[in-house]
């Protein structure tokens, strides 16, 4: 039986700032566009906070179970270490999920109703991302769903809930938030290659191979700094998202030097903090504006 301290690990906190940063820009966005109802950016949260847990635990029982978690360098794994039993974790994914979708309900029904389908796409990509009989997270269409639901739909949803519109400055930040969240995926599954091979999950970094991977990271990575610079047209306030960048070098000196396996972990947590970093800086500058 899995202790209180794996259970915590096994849910992943490191990925909270890919729940938390696109929250935190879309808030700001909002209160660029007008004003902002506060109870609803608290359930907005609660919902991204929510699914990521149960994203990642479903991807914790799913993978268990096919044995891909048999050999993993990493945080802990629940099912593949033996911690606790895939029944228990799975009910765990489903409870988070299901906190999520009522939290998303209450928007929902204050807000428009066809937000409920959107929360049920969510979380079918959370369960399919390594669940089912053919998930896409093994065919490498993991990128893509990570920079739709944690970019597009987490930040505009924020803004559209709590402002009642979008505009383009909310874009600009669903880009920025969604490249940098995606680019944790990115340099997981590049630590990852070797064993995912093995096990058979194609991840689009096993498809394309170690150094477009690299590439590809180092690409996203330097993206939201470069919303930065466009949202200059917004405000010239939007400049205080650079600030961020000595967080952003420190994230990718790892992978730009070619660094492998565990030594590639400081750059999934330094990207991380570097997402919240700028997510804030954006946030503050648009409210300033």
């Known amino acids: 039986m899995a202790t209180a301290k794996q259970w915590i690990s096994g849910a992943r906190p490191r990925?909270?700032?890919?729940?938390?940063?696109p929250v935190i820009a879309g808030v700001?966005?909002?209160?660029?566009?007008?004003?902002?109802?506060?109870?609803?950016?608290?359930?907005?949260?609660l919902v991204a906070v929510s699914?990521?847990?149960?994203?990642?635990?479903?991807?914790?029982?799913?993978?268990?179970?096919?044995?891909t978690d048999d050999d993993r360098v990493g945080p802990m794994r629940l099912v593949g270490s033996g911690a606790a039993e895939p029944k228990a974790v799975k009910t765990a994914a489903f409870v988070c999920f299901g906190v999520?979708?009522?939290?998303?309900?209450?928007?929902?029904?204050?807000?428009?109703?066809?937000?409920?389908?959107?929360?049920a796409?969510?979380?079918?990509?959370?369960?399919?991302?390594?669940?089912?009989?053919?998930?896409?997270g093994y065919i490498g269409l993991g990128e893509i769903a990570v920079f739709v639901f944690f970019g597009l739909v987490?930040?505009?949803?924020?803004?559209?809930?709590?402002?009642?519109?979008?505009?383009?400055a909310g874009v600009a930040c669903a880009v920025g938030v969604g490249a940098i969240s995606t680019s944790v995926l990115v340099v997981n599954n590049l630590r990852d290659i070797p064993t995912d091979a093995e096990?058979?999950?194609?991840?689009?970094?096993?498809?394309?191979?170690?150094?477009?991977?690299?590439?590809?990271?180092?690409?996203?990575?330097?993206?939201?700094?470069?919303?930065?610079?466009?949202?200059?047209?917004?405000?010239?306030?939007?400049?205080?998202?650079?600030?961020?960048?000595?967080?952003?070098?420190?994230?990718?000196?790892?992978?730009?030097t070619g660094a492998?396996?565990?030594?590639?972990?400081?750059?999934?947590?330094?990207?991380?903090?570097?997402?919240?970093a700028w997510s804030v800086l954006t946030a503050v500058a648009l409210i300033v504006a």
């Open 15 to 21: 990925t909270l700032p890919n729940a938390i940063s």
């Open 28 to 45: 700001g966005a909002a209160l660029y566009a007008g004003d902002v109802v506060w109870w609803k950016a608290v359930l907005a949260l």
């Open 51 to 67: 699914f990521i847990i149960g994203a990642n635990l479903a991807n914790d029982y799913s993978d268990g179970i096919r044995g």
């Open 100 to 119: 999520g979708a009522v939290c998303g309900l209450a928007l929902a029904v204050t807000t428009a109703w066809w937000l409920v389908v959107v929360g």
């Open 121 to 136: 796409i969510c979380i079918a990509g959370a369960w399919f991302y390594t669940g089912g009989p053919k998930p896409y």
């Open 154 to 168: 987490a930040v505009l949803g924020t803004q559209y809930v709590t402002a009642g519109r979008i505009d383009w």
């Open 199 to 256: 096990s058979g999950k194609i991840t689009l970094a096993v498809r394309i191979g170690e150094r477009p991977t690299r590439v590809l990271y180092l690409t996203l990575l330097a993206l939201p700094l470069v919303m930065s610079l466009a949202l200059v047209a917004a405000t010239p306030w939007a400049l205080i998202g650079l600030i961020a960048l000595p967080l952003f070098v420190i994230a990718g000196r790892p992978v730009a």
């Open 260 to 276: 492998t396996g565990r030594a590639l972990i400081p750059s999934i947590g330094g990207t991380g903090l570097a997402m919240l």
